[in-house]
């Protein structure tokens, strides 16, 4: 008899699955703190979550079938090559099973560029939520249009069809600031009839309450203001989301475990 176990008990295989983890460890346009072991300390974190919240009564782990892939083999330092691998798992992901709500494990925040791109081909009309310190609105950075500084402003001016909404942006360059009205973007959430795609960059929580990430920015919301504006989204049609710039550089970190909340609360409020 093997006296062994998975990562998670209570994995299923994709073509079951209601949930699938997915680590995209990313890190070659990061200038903080290098962020490639996001999705391994995001999962253990995650493993170590007791399934019932005894605040709502209820169990993600009940509730939901998990089936964890484990991580995209990015190209270090080659975001076209890397974009490509994202595009290439995500068409085998859906094609395997077209109902399945993808939670997506940073890796820097580069990576949520080719996700929402190629959502956006099976979820029409996506409205982003970007909860993040920073706009990142830029059209460039040092010259280098892809970045985890630039990708908000590259999704918008490549799309006709996805609105935005960032909240906890609380410095920005004074471009940026142009480029947010100029694309319309709101800094409110209000009643959405879209799809929702929620991203959430571990930098908008001030860093006394999470300090490994990518690029910490003081005066951040707290975790239960966080957690009240994603109550916002309840009842939301919320068809996949992310979570990154994970710093954490070993298990049992404050940035992880908070992550792992995270997404237990998201599971938690979107419409099925």
């Keep these: 008899m093997l006296y062994t176990k998975k990562i998670f008990d209570y994995e299923y295989p994709l073509k079951e699955a209601d949930v699938c983890l997915v680590g995209i460890p990313f890190s070659s346009t990061e200038i903080g703190q290098p962020v490639k072991y996001g999705p391994l300390?995001?999962?253990?974190?995650?493993?170590?979550?007791?399934?019932?919240?005894?605040?709502?009564?209820?169990?993600?782990?009940?509730?939901?079938?998990?089936?964890?892939?484990?991580?995209?083999?990015?190209?270090?330092?080659?975001?076209?090559?890397?974009?490509?691998?994202?595009?290439?798992?995500?068409?085998?992901?859906?094609?395997?099973?077209?109902?399945?709500?993808p939670v997506f494990l940073g890796g820097e925040h580069l990576i949520s560029l080719s996700i929402i791109?190629?959502?956006?081909?099976?979820?029409?009309?996506?409205?982003?939520?970007?909860?993040?310190?920073?706009?990142?609105?830029?059209?460039?950075?040092?010259?280098?249009?892809?970045?985890?500084?630039t990708w908000a402003y590259r999704l918008l001016k490549g799309s006709k069809y996805i609105n935005m909404v960032q909240i906890g942006c609380r410095i920005f360059e004074e471009e940026e600031q142009k480029n947010f009205i100029k694309f319309g973007v709101s800094d409110k959430i209000g009643k959405i009839n879209n799809p929702v795609y929620l991203t959430i960059d571990?930098?908008?929580?001030?860093?006394?309450?999470?300090?490994?990430?990518?690029?910490?920015?003081?005066?951040?919301?707290?975790?239960e203001e966080l957690k009240k504006e994603l109550m916002k989204l309840k009842g939301s049609n919320i068809v996949g989301m992310d979570i990154v710039e994970c710093a954490s550089r070993e298990a049992e970190t404050r940035t992880a475990h908070i992550a792992a909340e995270l997404i237990r609360t998201v599971l938690e409020i979107r419409k099925v």
């Design 41 to 101: 300390f995001i999962r253990e974190a995650i493993r170590n979550l007791m399934g019932h919240n005894p605040k709502t009564g209820k169990n993600i782990f009940k509730k939901y079938k998990f089936c964890n892939i484990g991580d995209i083999e990015i190209v270090p330092g080659s975001w076209e090559k890397t974009d490509k691998v994202i595009t290439d798992t995500m068409k085998g992901i859906f094609s395997e099973n077209k109902k399945v709500f």
């Design 117 to 149: 791109r190629n959502l956006q081909k099976i979820r029409k009309g996506l409205t982003v939520v970007d909860f993040d310190a920073h706009r990142d609105l830029l059209p460039d950075w040092l010259g280098e249009e892809h970045s985890h500084i």
């Design 202 to 223: 571990l930098d908008v929580l001030d860093p006394s309450v999470c300090p490994e990430v990518g690029t910490q920015q003081a005066s951040g919301m707290s975790f």
